[in-house]
């Protein structure tokens, strides 16, 4: 075990719901705040949950490899990711029972994993580079701030459950 504490951040979006969806997460070190990795990938076309489990998952991959065995925070602005990961809420969709077991998995690679919910404006790094995955393959300008959904539904830990499946790799930089 390390003696390094960690905290991640991670989010996941969905421009339509399902739609382009990405997914970011950055790794922090918990006493000095110091960015430790970013991860940030476009899935594809999937539903805003598929992307915010995404996220947790390239999040705890990139945890376990910077510092294994190390405790870990992870801060999301999806309540139904951070019950569901607590163990407090069912996981009935049948499309994120897989992403949560991969969650699980990479997970064990950490020592104690605890999930927080924090509100939007505390979750601003992760959501930024979910938004540049976004923009990236829908050629739009990239912009700070929530993105929305056409008819302007905010996205982020919205409805649903299906969509398509992460490649579960993600880039590193």
């Given at each position: 075990?390390?003696g390094?504490?960690?905290?991640?951040q991670a989010?996941g979006?969905?421009?339509g719901n399902?739609?382009?969806?990405g997914?970011?997460?950055?790794v922090?070190d918990?006493?000095?705040?110091?960015?430790l990795?970013?991860?940030?990938?476009?899935?594809?076309h999937?539903t805003n949950?598929v992307?915010?489990y995404?996220g947790?998952?390239?999040?705890?991959?990139?945890?376990?490899k910077?510092a294994?065995?190390?405790?870990?925070e992870?801060?999301m602005?999806?309540?139904?990711v951070v019950?569901?990961?607590s163990?407090r809420?069912q996981i009935?969709?049948?499309d994120?029972?897989p992403?949560a077991a991969?969650?699980r998995?990479?997970?064990?690679?950490?020592g104690?994993?605890?999930y927080?919910w924090v509100?939007?404006?505390?979750?601003?790094?992760?959501?930024r580079l979910?938004n540049?995955?976004?923009?990236?393959v829908?050629?739009r300008?990239?912009?700070s701030?929530?993105?929305k959904?056409p008819g302007?539904a905010?996205?982020?830990?919205?409805?649903?459950?299906?969509?398509r499946?992460?490649?579960?790799?993600?880039?590193?930089?």
């Amino acid at each position: 075990m390390t003696g390094r504490r960690l905290i991640i951040q991670a989010d996941g979006g969905s421009r339509g719901n399902p739609g382009t969806a990405g997914y970011g997460a950055v790794v922090l070190d918990a006493v000095t705040g110091e960015v430790l990795a970013e991860v940030s990938e476009a899935i594809g076309h999937a539903t805003n949950n598929v992307a915010e489990y995404s996220g947790l998952v390239a999040g705890l991959r990139a945890a376990g490899k910077l510092a294994p065995g190390a405790p870990a925070e992870v801060r999301m602005d999806s309540k139904l990711v951070v019950e569901q990961m607590s163990g407090r809420w069912q996981i009935k969709h049948p499309d994120l029972r897989p992403l949560a077991a991969q969650a699980r998995q990479a997970a064990g690679a950490l020592g104690r994993v605890t999930y927080t919910w924090v509100p939007r404006e505390r979750n601003t790094h992760a959501d930024r580079l979910a938004n540049q995955a976004m923009d990236a393959v829908s050629g739009r300008p990239s912009v700070s701030g929530r993105a929305k959904a056409p008819g302007g539904a905010a996205r982020g830990s919205g409805g649903g459950g299906g969509g398509r499946r992460p490649s579960g790799t993600a880039g590193l930089w």
